[in-house]
């Protein structure tokens, strides 16, 4: 099974500043796909943003944009402008390109608990 | 629309109690997962249903029993469930399970909050 590892258990920062959380994954695949996923106390999973292992560029989505390093097998997510909204879990994922038997399925890292000062 | 909705929010219930939790998406997807969710821990998959048959069955306890009646709905029956049971219970869907390369994201409902005494 693939590995997904966040090696930050908890993260802070100042509200407007920027902060980077990572991630690295383990796989022999050369066709998958990384998420970012938000839980905030709310507990609801929210999508931030994905990246397609086949494609070169980092993608983006308004303040959130990641380092996709194919070859080191690392998947950052910066944030820029942090707001007090951002407080939250954030959980790397993984998905196979393969389809098939593995349905979709996800492999989660441990996450990484982000705290927003004011 | 990209909603799927858990009810009930919030459950309560004994260890000799029968319940259900509730899944519905109206996004025409056909896959739909469960997951089990402990606090401060990652979701841990459960169940996935593919085209309304339940295809990965994670070695669940015979105490949680899915079903899925239709391609709208995923139902979760609970029967003599320990106090251990007690987490938060994630329904996802995502659009088409066996499409390997389609943008296949799963969405995530707010999640059942149990509680087992």
């Known amino acids: 099974a693939q590995t997904v590892t966040q090696s930050q258990p908890e993260m802070s920062v100042q509200e407007a500043e920027t902060v980077t959380l990572s991630c690295t994954y383990d796989?022999?695949?050369?066709?998958?796909?990384l998420f970012w996923y938000k839980q905030p106390p709310s507990r609801q999973m929210i999508l931030v943003i994905r990246?397609?292992?086949?494609?070169?560029q980092n993608a983006t989505e308004n303040r959130f944009s990641v380092n996709f390093q194919k070859a080191a097998k690392s998947f950052s997510l910066k944030i820029s402008d942090s707001q007090l909204g951002d407080a939250a879990m954030y959980f790397c994922a993984y998905r196979s390109g393969l389809g098939g038997s593995t349905l979709g399925r996800l492999y989660f890292g441990r996450g990484t608990q982000l705290t927003v000062w004011p | 629309d990209t909603e799927v909705t858990q009810t009930p929010k919030h459950l309560v219930m004994g260890m000799t109690n029968k319940k259900s939790l509730k899944c519905e998406q109206h996004?025409?997807?056909?896959?739909m997962y469960w997951y089990k969710q402990k606090a401060k821990k990652p979701p841990e998959l459960m169940f996935v249903?593919?085209?309304?048959?339940?295809?990965i069955n994670e070695s669940v306890p015979s105490r949680f029993s899915p079903e899925c009646p239709n391609s709208s709905l995923l139902n979760l029956h609970l029967h003599a469930l320990q106090p251990e049971d007690s987490a938060l219970y994630l329904c996802?869907?995502?659009?088409?399970?066996?499409?390997?390369?389609?943008?296949?994201?799963?969405?995530f409902g707010a999640g059942t909050r149990l509680s087992v005494l």
């Open positions: 996004m025409g997807h056909r896959a």
């Open positions: 796989t022999s695949e050369s066709d998958y796909y």
């Open positions: 990246q397609e292992a086949y494609k070169q």
């Open positions: 996802a869907s995502s659009q088409d399970p066996r499409g390997g390369k389609a943008k296949n994201i799963q969405y």
């Open positions: 249903y593919s085209y309304e048959k339940l295809s």
